[in-house]
T-cell receptor
Framework: AQSVAQPEDQVNVAEGNPLTVKCTYS??????LFWYVQYPNRGLQFLLK??????LVKGSYGFEAEFNKSQTSFHLKKPSALVSDSALYFC????????????FGTGTRLTVIP | KAGVTQTPRYLIKTRGQQVTLSCSPI?????VSWYQQTPGQGLQFLFE???????NKGNFPGRFSGRQFSNSRSEMNVSTLELGDSALYLC???????????FGPGTRLTVT
């Protein structure tokens, strides 16, 4: 069965420190990979995506993500966390063929401590 | 460019009733997807439409249905509402599958 795992429900990081939010997936082929962020009482906002090419992709608000094919991972990173980065982060995967709806991990709540 | 809009934003219904939610995608987007978000189950895919055709369907009972119109606007319908249908229903639009989806603010449905 296809799945997306975000192993940490909660990540706490001090302001100014680097942050990592982990995502691994089990999907056949080479899926499209996405990160989204959700602020309280808001819809999801797109951060970045990996389609093909360079394994390090850069996105909005200073976020980047590293694709690792051998580990089937797509970890979200930021060199220096801001308090305003505190939110719920979702990794999402979309197969390129077949039943190719976008499906989401369970989410990781990031708290940046001042 | 206007974002994805969903109406209504909040809805309170009684068990057994039915409800219709509406979504207007970003202009030019042909793909519309619907998701159910609950604290316990997270984000679950309901269905996706592309150019008026249902392209993918999630694992939800037949009480959940949807459609897409020629102008790409979409509606979803839930019949015979149950308490467990209380959730935030999110609509998202995109150009196509390799493109990111843009989400609306959601419709908060409460079933009493």
């Amino acid at each position: 069965a296809q799945s997306v795992a975000q192993p940490e429900d909660q990540v706490n990081v001090a302001e100014g420190n680097p942050l990592t939010v982990k995502c691994t997936y089990s999907v056949s082929g080479n899926p499209y990979l996405f990160w989204y962020v959700q602020y309280p009482n808001r819809g999801l906002q797109f951060l970045l995506k990996y389609i093909t090419g360079d394994n390090l992709v850069k996105g909005s608000y200073g976020f980047e993500a590293e694709f690792n094919k051998s580990q089937t991972s797509f970890h979200l990173k930021k060199p220096s966390a801001l308090v305003s980065d505190s939110a719920l982060y979702f990794c999402a995967v979309r197969p390129r063929t077949g039943a190719n709806n976008l499906f989401f991990g369970t989410g990781t709540r990031l708290t940046v401590i001042p | 460019k206007a974002g994805v809009t969903q109406t209504p934003r909040y809805l309170i219904k009684t068990r057994g009733q039915q409800v219709t939610l509406s979504c207007s995608p970003i202009s030019g987007h042909r793909s519309v997807s619907w998701y159910q978000q609950t604290p316990g189950q997270g984000l679950q895919f309901l269905f996706e439409y592309f150019s008026e055709t249902q392209r993918n369907k999630g694992n939800f009972p037949g009480r959940f249905s949807g459609r897409q119109f020629s102008n790409s606007r979409s509606e979803m319908n839930v019949s015979t509402l149950e308490l467990g249908d209380s959730a935030l229903y999110l609509c998202a639009s995109s150009w196509d599958i390799s493109y990111e989806q843009y989400f609306g603010p959601g419709t908060r449905l409460t079933v009493t």
